[in-house]
């Protein structure tokens, strides 16, 4: 039982059936057709969420009569809104402003700064925010989603009521579909990005979607199929799995990481040895998909990932092993459903030695001026605030680690005008109840989530994953 724990978060069988933890059961084109339709314009949210404190502010909106205000409203809709009062943590590491103005037009931020010195349109729309924090909307790097349409945009949608603006499947990706989705931009669904097949040795038993290669022509042709596809980043494993396997040799994973480079692409590794991740630090690995997993980074790696400051540790650290309420949860997940996750949050001595060991390296590193991302791996929306929080428990600050999760997280995937609440950025950000500086489960308490300018209508999608049928 220990070692099926030990895993939650990063869960072998996860990675091999995206879609096996899925929290609700199938969803029609129909259904999600309905609630796209009954998502609101945030300028019609908004004044509900100032009026109405503690409640989701989408929560008021669902309704025929909230509909005739919305239309009455959009009559007389002047061209931007003025958030005002917020405390906004802007997500490029610089200090949060206590009391901030930021203007939306679109879906853009087209103003950001003190109350004091940010102009605001005449006749633009203002929200008051006073008492609330704002951050912008996170990005998750590292994810296995669902491979057909109407799954995928239903996963796309559990994240964004997470506030997860962004996500990149790693690796388990096959079909034509995900390449589609990725194409589009749709509305209160967080963005899409995807490795499409990864690259591993043959690992009968294991998923068979990614490439099986044994030799250096077998890897050099998976990555110019990949380059065709124009995939985000290739991804390898580089893992023996207890020595059940033989795992990529320096030999093959060089010639993989040579290939994507001379075609443009980056390749992250999934990885569990200090002495792979030097190797494939020598062989110019763009990024770890986890961290060193088997024993305390040293000197040399330091100096390695020193020598190589574009590289990026996204840690996706494994479950915590200590008991947690996750009562937070409630009424976003079937309360069935609900029981069995809370009871894996449960203590566990064997994982709390694994964790350590990652939380020492993540700690580490970090002081040492290594790139952090963020990542949560297999295909719960939820999973973000917990990562979070178990990285602030590996010893870096709140704001490390919303840095992390927000901008460095952009940056990785290449979404240049997301991750920051700044002037001309896509409107992605985060309401919150309080302060997750002060305390980092507080990105829990989520009032409301805009992506790309427009309110998420996170009571509809709760209503359909709880409501009625699905208690
Ligand atoms: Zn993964």
Known sequence: MGSRMNRMKTMDMMRQEPGADRRTGHLGPAGARGVLMRSARWRNVAPILVASVGLTAASAVAGPAAAE??????????????????????????????NATFVVEGDRFVAMGPSGEVEVPAGAERVDLTGRTVIPALIDTHVHLSR????????????????????????????????????????????????????????????DIPFWISTEDEARAAVRELAA???????????????RYEKLTPVLYTAIIDEAHRRGLRVTAHI?????????????????????????????FVELVQARPHVVLVP?????????????????????????????????PEAQAGFAIQARNLAR?????????????GNAGWSPHVEMADMVA??????????????????????????????????????????????????????????????????????????????
């Not at 007389?76 to 009062?85: K, L």
């Not at 919303?402 to 940056?411: G, I, N, P």
């Not at 829990?444 to 699905?470: H, P, Q, Y």
């Open 272 to 300: 569990f040895s200090l002495e792979d991740a030097k190797g494939l630090l020598r062989a110019g690995v763009d990024a770890f998909a986890h961290g060193v997993r088997d024993r305390d980074v040293d000197d040399e």
């Open 365 to 377: 590193l970090n002081a040492e001026g290594m790139r952090i991302a963020f990542g949560t791996d």
């Open 148 to 207: 057909t349409r109407a799954e995928l945009i239903e996963d796309l949608q559990r994240r964004a009521y997470y506030g997860v603006a962004a996500a990149m499947s790693l690796g388990q990706d096959t079909g034509e579909e995900v390449y589609r989705v990725r194409a589009e931009t749709i509305p209160g669904a967080a963005r899409y990005r995807t490795a499409g097949r990864g690259i591993t040795r043959p690992e009968p038993g294991r998923s």
């Open 394 to 471: 590996s010893g870096m600050t709140p704001h490390e680690v919303l840095v992390a999760a927000t901008s460095t997280s952009a940056a990785f995937l290449r979404l240049e005008d997301a991750g920051t609440v700044a002037a001309g950025q896509s409107a992605d950000f985060v309401v919150l109840a309080a302060n997750p500086l002060d305390d980092i489960t507080n990105t829990r308490r989520i009032e409301a989530v805009f992506l790309r300018g427009t309110a998420v209508d996170r009571a509809a999608l709760s209503e359909r994953w709880v409501g009625d049928g699905n208690r």
């Open 316 to 348: 996706n650290l494994p479950g915590r092993g200590v008991a947690e309420d996750l009562g937070w949860l409630s009424g976003t997940i079937p309360a069935g459903e609900l029981a069995e996750i809370q009871a894996r949050f449960a203590d566990r």
């Open 69 to 98: 205000a919305a239309a009455s409203e959009r009559e007389q809709e002047s061209a931007a809104t003025a958030f005002t009062g917020a405390r906004v943590i802007v997500g490029d590491g610089s200090d949060p402003i206590e």
């Open 229 to 243: 596809l124009e995939v985000d980043i290739v991804k390898i494993w580089v893992d023996d799995r207890n020595g």
